[in-house]
């Protein structure tokens, strides 16, 4: 059993900044991937940002420069700091872990940018 809760979205400002975690609890020895992903209204979900196994960070286009993964391997935590935050980032962003060739999700965590 993998879970995986998402916390720090919320409300800011175009221009702000927010933090997101992501706890991860149960068999997670051998995530290969770990990252977030955000699906805004009427669109497909979409990549944000991942850490691989190896330490190999990827992000979108879009993101790059303003937004951050980090992780914190004793706490089985990934952080998505957000900065520099645009109305076009508003969405539902999701935490999720491949570990074992299986796909994990979390239950998302909404992000609303203000102009």
């Known amino acids: 059993q993998v879970r995986l809760v998402e916390s720090g979205g919320g409300l800011v400002q175009a221009g702000g900044s927010l933090r997101l975690s992501c706890a991860a609890s149960?068999?997670?020895?051998?995530?290969?991937?770990m990252g977030w992903y955000r699906q805004a209204p009427g669109k497909q979900r979409e990549l944000v940002a991942t850490f691989t196994l190896g330490g190999t960070t990827k992000y979108a286009g879009s993101v790059k420069g303003r937004f951050t993964i980090t992780r914190d391997s004793a706490k089985n935590t990934v952080y998505l700091q957000m900065n520099s935050l645009k109305p076009e980032d508003t969405a539902v962003f999701y935490c999720?872990?491949?570990?074992?060739?299986?796909?994990?999700w979390g239950q998302g965590t909404q992000v609303t940018v203000s102009s």
């Open positions: 999720q872990a491949t570990i074992r060739g299986y796909s994990y």
């Open positions: 149960g068999s997670i020895f051998n995530t290969e991937i």
